[in-house]
């Protein structure tokens, strides 16, 4: 009995052993440090690599690429992404020229781009439904402000018609990332007498990508789809439904203070029952607006309707249109701003071709501008009941400045005056239209003009088609050509050309060109040598392009601009003549990658010290000729 017992005892001190080395293997593979962690993270951590990796690659080889495509034949970030990485909803958000967001929705997982260094970054806050987006919106509502987090979308919102409050109040703004993944919010509803209506309240963070779909939003103002007022950002977002209020009423944001709107874009109805009703956003106090677009109908009872932004305080409008129907009941009505009232405004590379229709100080770009239009055209009806009313604004004054803009859009008010092709009138004579045309007919109770209607303001290189309406200071044209004659051709080169044929002097010609790709570039060498035909030019035709303080902007890079010179020459050489590169030492030596082309040489100099070949040298710009007033260029030429 007693082995007996002492075998029982030691058979239950064996088993608890085997219990405790149980316990300690089963902890080994599963805690927080098991080896089963330890292996999905090490999982984890070579996907996070991977994608780091496929993403750096997409991201040089689209770098690659731009060097070597047109700007119309470029691909976005997400294209090439897109090859990579196969059954994965993508999302790229550019913030900055080397600042993308990178949303792999499929993963749930984000990507920071910052000046081609990738990296993953953490999120805090996942919404899934409804539940997730109420409860988000309760704690930044009481004091949470998500500062410098991350909130991820990860579905589509259906809130089927129900009452929301906005995420946010005045007291408790966002100051987030929230990432909509280009999910949507559907069937959102706001119905009260309050203001800094949407989706949010006020913005003091980054919107990106969120789709608001079918809204039904009533209240009193500063009312939009995704922002009551927005002191941050938004990228990427639209919106459509219907949107109804008395003030600052828009499809994205009531107000812009400071903030910046990108790539946005309204398909919503917008009802402003007093003043300041827009596509976009309704009163820009300062901030950027660029890349968005309006296909809504627009409607305000009182003053300052448009497409893109009613009121414009302080800021740029870029890269935007509108196709919708603007309707203003009140004065200030137009296609892409209403009032353009503060002088360092500008609305750059815009369009419309909505129909526009208002009372007084309607234009199919602006209503009224005291600041920089630039680049922009109408081809949208415009009507008005009252004066002042143009093509691309009805009112240009005080310092105000359009320049490279047309219409091509018939403006016919029986009982209406002040209508022009481009200003209805044009101010004083601190206000400036330059390189402006208008090909269609403009007719008006009094005071009309194909340019515009006034006798005042400053008119330089404009013109109006034969057939439509003159217009005092501007030029009739047989073609749209004998316009770019005009903006591009030098004022003297006809009597100059002649002159030096009639006296045997040998000839040459640089063409000083504005061309942003190597299509455009050859463009102008047509139009070159269609101005030179019918002379003797024996000298080189020359590639001239200057605006290299500025090339950025143009989104070129050095084999970009070199790619635009050998087009621009080998067109010219093509037809027989010799082609050059003009340029000065810095930019020969710091700008142009190396090439084969005869060198046209600007250096201001006794002596250049500029080690490239040149045939010509240009030494100085105040040289003296006997029989010429005034000074010029003195060039020397070497010819073997």
């Known amino acids: ?187 959102m509803n706001i119905n009260n007498n309050s203001s800094l209506m949407g989706l949010f309240s006020e913005n003091y963070g980054e919107i990106f990508g969120v789709n608001i779909i079918n809204c039904s939003i009533s209240a009193k103002s500063y009312l939009g789809g995704i922002a009551g007022k927005n002191y941050g950002s938004i990228y990427n977002c639209t919106c459509t439904g219907d949107i109804h209020g008395n003030e600052r009423v828009a499809g994205i944001c009531g107000a812009n203070d400071n903030g910046i709107i990108k790539g946005c874009y309204n398909e919503a109805n917008i009802t402003a029952d007093v003043n300041n009703g827009s596509g976009i956003v309704g009163q820009n106090l300062a901030g950027n607006i660029s890349q968005c677009a309006n ?144 090909t269609s007919n403009i007719f008006a109770k009094d005071l009309y003009g194909g340019i515009t209607s006034s006798k005042d303001g400053n ?39 002649e002159n030096a044929n009639k006296n045997k002097i040998p000839v040459g010609v640089y063409y000083f060109s504005y061309a942003s790709s190597k299509k455009e570039a050859i463009k102008d060498a047509k139009w070159v040598l269609k101005q030179i035909k019918k002379y003797d030019v024996t000298l080189p035709v020359a590639f001239d392009w200057e605006d290299f303080s500025d090339y950025n902007s143009y989104k070129l890079s050095f084999y970009n601009l070199t790619s635009m010179a050998d087009g621009f020459i080998e067109e010219v050489e093509k037809n027989g003549y010799k082609g050059m590169l003009y340029g000065s030492k810095n930019y020969l030596e710091q700008i142009w990658l190396p090439n084969n082309h005869n060198v046209w040489l600007a250096h201001y100099t006794d002596k250049t010290s500029y080690e490239g070949n040149y045939k010509f040298w240009q030494l100085t710009e105040i040289g003296k000729v006997d029989g010429i007033d005034g000074t010029v260029d003195i060039d020397i030429y070497y010819e073997k």
């Open 459 to 497: 008119l330089k290189n404009c013109g109006y088609l034969k057939g439509t309406t003159p217009s005092e200071g501007a030029t009739e044209l047989d073609s749209i050509l004998s316009f770019l004659n005009i903006v591009n051709g030098d004022s003297k080169f006809k009597q100059n050309i």
């Open 1 to 187: 009995m007693r082995n007996k017992g002492i075998t029982l005892i030691a058979l239950v001190v064996t088993i608890i052993v085997i219990l405790i080395l149980s316990g300690i293997s089963l902890s080994i593979l599963t805690g927080n440090n098991g080896i089963l962690s330890k292996t999905q993270e090490a999982k984890e951590k070579t996907a996070e690599a991977q994608n780091i990796e496929i993403i750096s690659m997409a991201l040089y080889e689209k770098q690659i690429d731009d060097n070597f495509n047109s700007n119309e034949n470029k691909r976005t970030l997400e294209n090439y992404i897109s090859e990579k990485i196969n059954g994965t909803n993508i999302s790229v958000w550019q913030k900055e020229e080397n600042f993308y967001y990178v949303s792999l929705s499929n993963n749930k997982e984000i990507y920071k781009i910052d000046d081609n260094i990738v990296e993953k970054i953490d999120i805090d806050l996942f919404i899934n439904n409804k539940t997730d987006l109420k409860n988000f919106k309760n704690s930044v509502n009481s004091g949470n402000n998500y500062e410098n987090k991350n909130i991820y979308l990860t579905n589509d919102i259906n809130f089927d018609g129900e009452e929301w409050t906005p995420i946010g109040t005045e007291e408790f703004g966002f100051k987030g990332n929230f990432f909509g993944n280009n999910f949507s919010v559907k069937n």
């Open 295 to 438: 296909l809504g109908t627009i409607s305000t009872k009182g003053i300052q309707t448009a497409g893109i932004v009613a009121g414009c305080g302080d800021g740029a409008i870029s890269l935007c249109y509108n196709k919708g129907i603007i309707i203003g009941e009140g004065t200030y009505t137009g296609g892409i701003v209403g009032n353009l009232y503060g002088k360092n405004n500008k609305i750059i590379d815009c369009y419309n071709t909505g129909a526009i229709r208002g009372v007084q100080y309607v234009g199919g770009i602006s209503g009224v501008s005291k600041a920089l239009i630039e680049n922009c055209y109408n081809a949208g009806e415009v009507k008005a009941t009252k004066d002042n009313v143009g093509g691309i604004t009805g009112l240009n004054y005080d310092g105000g400045i359009i320049r490279n803009c047309y219409n091509v859009v018939d403006i016919i008010l029986n009982d209406v005056s002040c209508v022009g092709g481009i200003a209805g009138t044009s101010g004083n004579d601190n206000t400036t239209i330059i390189n402006c045309y208008n």
